[in-house]
């Protein structure tokens, strides 16, 4: 259980609490230590045995550090599990809908004993909501469209989330007698930026049996986190857990791994066009094997790699099976050898303390420097973003200076004065031109005015001499709020004629440039940084998330400035490539 997921437990409890009325102390008590814990530094799991470090984290006391003793002792609260029996589980999918906190819940609740969404959708479509205290008719409209946007977005959930999720169910399902393999398949493999459901696959020699099978099924539904069970056979289990998410759990026999690996990994196009492939070769293709067409025998099932030889392919990524030539490439042996890990070299977009990043300078440069990038840099806000105490002129040359004399005392890491500079409403940039210049990079985001189109100001902000990278260029935020109106083709061609680089954020609630306009990128001979944005230390890991949105696009090394040595990007930053 990392510091988010026991911050998210206590946010919840603070919620049930105050559903249930109970006095206002005690609710923050749980508020405040949830945010606490969410910021910081290090890992409540590697501290909870020694009470005294725990203690001296502000905002938790004796009778919280007794909580998150049982929370790791026993998985999850008496006091939450107990709220949740006495209301119901759906109560905390009902506070996840925008405008629908703990005190109108408990309002409906206690007219009409309802706590779950479909319930109290019909609630207010019969005009049940608008005649309790406190309420209108406008609360009514207002809570109807809430809902409906919670439908819209809440079958999905960010990569990272449905990660955490996959990695605790499978620390879970290992545990199983006779199962020695889980892992996950469906899109979470192929590192889509969004997830509809957990595609779960388990193997192992309690699979071989229809007894063993029994058995782990009935271990797999006493998930602690399991909410509701949808549908259980004989070689399956598909189940909610507790944030929302459906996990679809299914059990292969050894023989048979390699084939459903393929299978469940899809995507459903690549599949259909593979099975294609194998029935002109007089095989058919399943979950379960690779077959001859004449008298169903197998001839590959074990691992996935057999079956692609076999069908005459190299060995395809799992993030390119989108049916989009990458079949015809494996043919040909001519697949990319895509971007990874460890060719990035620095991540050169993150805040600090001066604004609204959580660590110092020192701090993050430590933590970039411990995870063995070569070079980094600090960008932070401009005055623009008032809210995020940015940085004028004069405050701006004080920071360069700052991250320089850093520089200067920590070793084995280059760093770079940067900033993340507002691009104002007329594509002007936020700061004086002689500041930018001082810069050893300078990323032109736009922060406001949402609404408008915004080709004409970005086309403005790519123009001017001191920009070398466009910070997350479309501005959406995943699941909640969509790219600004822009036409790319415009940008990218600008982009490419000013040498100005295109970033690929790869915060998981951002993630854009998205697959689709990083390959239109890599067309228009745009080269591509790839950020973290981080806020915390704890955020510098993200940048995985953003290397399989780059593989996603089949882009390779080449295609990407951070993964050059520092002196050469330093070059890039200035229009040089
Ligand atoms: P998601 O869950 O919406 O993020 O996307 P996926 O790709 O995980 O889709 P899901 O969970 O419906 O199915 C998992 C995989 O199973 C899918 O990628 C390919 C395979 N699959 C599902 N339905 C079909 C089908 O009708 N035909 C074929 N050939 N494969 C399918
Ligand atoms: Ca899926
Ligand atoms: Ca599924
Ligand atoms: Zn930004």
Not at 465 to 487: A, C, E
């Amino acid at each position: 259980m990392d510091n988010k997921a026991i911050a998210n437990i206590l946010y919840e409890t603070a919620d049930l609490l105050e559903i249930d009325g109970q006095d206002s102390f005690r609710i923050r008590s749980y508020r405040n230590a949830a945010q606490a814990i969410e910021n910081h530094s290090q890992q409540i799991k590697e501290i909870i045995s020694e009470p005294k470090q725990v203690l001296a984290i502000a905002g938790i006391g004796k009778g919280m550090l007794q909580n998150l003793q049982e929370l790791f002792k026993d998985g999850q609260l008496a006091v939450q599990k107990q709220l949740l029996e006495k209301y119901h589980p759906s109560m905390l999918q009902l506070l996840k809908i925008q405008g629908l906190g703990p005190k109108t819940i408990a309002l409906i609740w206690s007219a009409y004993k309802v706590s779950d969404v479909d319930g109290v959708e019909k609630l207010a479509q019969e005009g049940k909501i608008r005649i309790l205290p406190r309420m209108g008719e406008k609360h009514e409209a207002k809570l109807l469209k809430a809902i409906a946007d919670y439908r819209r977005i809440s079958g999905r959930f960010l990569i990272d989330a449905a990660e955490t999720e996959a990695e605790k169910l499978t620390a879970y399902l290992e545990k199983c007698p006779g199962i020695d393999k889980v892992t996950p398949a469906g899109s979470l493999r192929r590192g889509r930026e969004s997830v509809g459901d957990l595609d779960i696959l388990v193997t192992g020699k309690a699979c071989a049996s229809e007894q063993g099978r029994q058995k782990a099924i009935a271990y797999a539904a006493q998930y602690p986190p399991l909410m509701d069970v949808i549908a259980s056979g004989d070689n399956k289990i598909s189940f909610h857990v507790r944030s929302g998410m459906q996990v679809d759990v299914r059990l292969l026999p050894p023989e048979s791994f390699g084939a459903a690996m393929q299978y469940f990994t899809g995507s459903k196009a690549h599949n259909v066009a593979l099975r294609q492939r194998a029935l002109k070769m007089g095989y058919t293709l399943n979950e379960y094997s690779l077959a001859t067409l004449e008298g169903e025998k197998p001839v590959a099932g074990k691992t996935e790699e057999e079956i692609y030889a076999k069908l005459k392919l190299d060995c395809i990524p799992p993030e390119m099976r989108e049916n989009l030539g990458e079949i015809d490439l494996a043919e040909k042996h001519a697949l990319p050898r895509l971007i990874e890990q460890k060719d990035i070299q620095g991540d050169v977009h993150m805040h600090t303390v001066e604004t609204d990043g959580k660590n110092t300078i020192e701090e993050m440069a430590r933590a970039a420097k411990a995870r063995g990038y070569k070079y980094m840099a600090i960008t932070d806000h401009s005055k623009n973003l008032a809210f995020a105490n940015g940085l004028d002129d004069k405050r701006a040359v004080e920071h360069i200076a700052r991250i320089r004399e850093a520089g200067k005392r920590i070793e084995g890491i280059t760093m770079f004065a940067g900033i993340e500079v507002d691009i104002l409403a007329d594509g002007e940039l936020d700061l004086s031109d002689d500041v930018l210049a001082q810069m050893d990079l300078v990323i032109a985001s736009i922060h406001t005015l949402f609404d408008q189109d915004q080709t004409e100001r970005l086309l403005k902000a790519i123009e001017n001499p001191n920009t070398s990278i466009i910070g997350h260029p479309t501005g959406r935020i995943q699941l909640r709020r969509d790219s600004y109106r822009l036409d790319m083709h415009a940008i990218l061609a600008a982009a490419t004629k000013h040498k100005v680089a295109m970033e690929l954020n790869a915060y998981p609630d951002r993630l854009d440039l998205n697959d689709v306009h990083l390959r239109q990128a890599k067309q228009a001979g745009v080269k591509i940084v790839i950020n973290t944005d981080s806020h915390h230390t704890s955020h510098l890991e993200k940048m995985r998330y953003g290397v399989l949105q780059a593989r996603r696009a089949w882009l390779t090394k080449d295609d990407v400035l951070n993964t050059l040595p520092a002196q050469k990007f330093a070059k890039a930053m200035k229009h040089a490539w």
